[in-house]
């Protein structure tokens, strides 16, 4: 991709970001959302806090887990620090470089095979999509978020399908027409095939990213008023299921924008306020920034040295 090309799709995701935030603006009341600032409370925020930050370390538990099923063996305390590394890129740079591809580079610094890291990498990203498809009937349970989820034509669905299979396929080939390119997709296969024997693991990581959305749900349910005489958690769950598939496109800066309009209009829509529900979107995306700062620490860990040798990278 030129320079050029990406300089316009980053003007694009902030044009993106900004139209989001702007609608926010406009539609909610702000004395209204003063009130719900105030009335949010430090203790809602430092429990939101604690819920997510104990999400992260699910989060680096599953990617050590993946990692070890493809070969590349990770102490947890490296595996939480490389997590946290990714989160940081994610929320707080310019998404020009993933988190996946920080941890890569660190990975790659620290001896590990980079063909082994990516495959772990992706399968870490698969199983959690995975689980938040399991996550997403949960919106069936939700009379008033059936209306979203019809919105989204079956057509569009299947658009979207055949073109992800197209592309695999042009992957495959491609790399089935290199020699170099094809002896590691050999090697990228036999580690597919050795995750599949390992089921009771991958049930397990399957079971972590579950957790890890449920505590996302209880991080906002903790952000927002109580609604008397309702069960908050599964529509929260659904919520989240939501938002979590619809930020899979890259169309906003960082995913800013996006979440927050989509948060929003979904809380309000099973029965808290709209100030409520903008004031516990954008409190989500501060606990998150601050959560994700200390891995700007750690970037150092892309320029130490080797320690072991790399193996089939």
Do not use: H, Y
């Not at 470089?97 to 610094?109: F, H, T, Y």
């Not at 927002?224 to 989240?240: E, H, Q, Y």
């Not at 960082?254 to 954008?282: D, F, K, P, R, Y």
């Not at 891995?295 to 150092?300: E, F, M, N, R, T």
């Amino acid at each position: 991709m030129s320079g050029n090309v990406r300089t316009l799709l980053i003007a694009a995701q902030i044009a993106v970001s900004i139209a989001c935030f702007g609608f926010l603006a406009v539609v909610i009341d702000w004395p209204g959302a003063l009130v719900a600032l105030n009335d949010l409370g430090f203790a809602s925020l430092v429990g939101g806090a604690s819920v997510f930050l104990s999400a992260q370390f699910l989060a680096a538990w599953r990617m050590q887990l993946v990692l070890k099923a493809v070969g590349v063996d990770l102490p947890f305390g490296e595996a939480a620090r490389l997590c946290w590394l990714g989160l940081a890129s994610s929320n707080v740079l310019p998404s020009t470089i993933g988190g996946d591809v920080l941890i890569v580079m660190a990975l790659s610094r620290f001896g590990r095979s980079v063909v082994k890291s990516i495959t772990g990498l992706v399968l870490n990203r698969v199983i959690s999509l995975l689980a938040t498809l399991l996550c997403l009937p949960t919106v069936l349970l939700v009379p008033k978020l059936v209306g979203v989820t019809q919105a989204i034509r079956p057509t569009s669905l299947v658009i979207f399908a055949l073109l992800g299979l197209a592309i695999v396929v042009v992957s495959i080939i491609g790399l089935r027409l290199r020699p170099r390119l094809a002896k590691r997709w050999s090697l990228i296969r036999e580690m597919v095939e050795s995750c599949r024997n390992q089921t009771g693991l991958m049930a397990g990581t399957l079971v972590i990213s579950i957790s890890i959305l449920g505590l996302g749900a209880i991080t906002i349910q903790l952000l927002l008023p109580d609604l008397s005489g309702k069960d908050t958690f599964v529509p929260i769950l659904a919520i989240v299921s939501l938002v979590m598939i619809a930020q899979l496109i890259p169309i906003s800066f960082n995913g800013l924008g996006i979440q927050e309009s989509l948060l929003t209009t979904c809380l309000s829509m099973v029965g808290w306020t709209l100030e409520s529900a903008a004031v516990a979107a954008i409190a989500v995306r501060f606990i998150t920034i601050g959560v994700s700062l200390p891995g700007l620490l750690w970037i150092s860990f892309l320029w130490r040295r080797r320690t072991e040798p790399v193996v089939g990278a």
